[in-house]
């Protein structure tokens, strides 16, 4: 079980930009597939990026050349940097891990708004 906690959203014009951070605890995090996740108004909840236990990213093509995961073993975090916002990144955003077999670990918390308006 690992327990993990979203921080770092807030509002933002478009063009700006945001970090997202979210703090594991409970488990071991670096054997865990880390993903964040989001979901907007009257939409149903989508993965953004994903990051490997070696730090291999994955983008979807909505954010790809503007978001950049990262994870630090050593601090137990995972973070997104969010550059060149728009409205349509407007969604509750959470962080979740996966096992090597793609199973989700733990339970989705309550993740961490980001609005997106001008």
């Known amino acids: 079980q690992v327990q993990l906690v979203e921080s770092g959203g807030g509002l933002v014009q478009p063009g700006g930009s945001l970090r997202l951070s979210c703090a594991a605890s409970?488990?071991?995090?670096?054997?865990?597939?880390m993903g964040w996740y989001r979901q907007a108004p009257g939409k149903q909840r989508e993965l953004v990026a994903r990051?490997?236990?070696?730090?291999?990213?994955y983008y979807v093509d909505s954010v790809k050349g503007r978001f950049t995961i990262s994870r630090d073993n050593a601090k137990n975090t995972v973070y997104l940097q969010m550059n060149s916002l728009k409205p349509e990144d407007t969604a509750v955003y959470f962080c979740?891990?996966?096992?090597?077999?793609?199973?989700?670990?733990?339970?989705w918390g309550q993740g961490t708004q980001v609005t997106v308006s001008s």
């Open positions: 979740r891990a996966r096992s090597g077999d793609g199973d989700y670990i733990g339970s």
């Open positions: 409970g488990s071991i995090f670096s054997m865990y597939i």
């Open positions: 990051i490997s236990s070696g730090g291999s990213p």
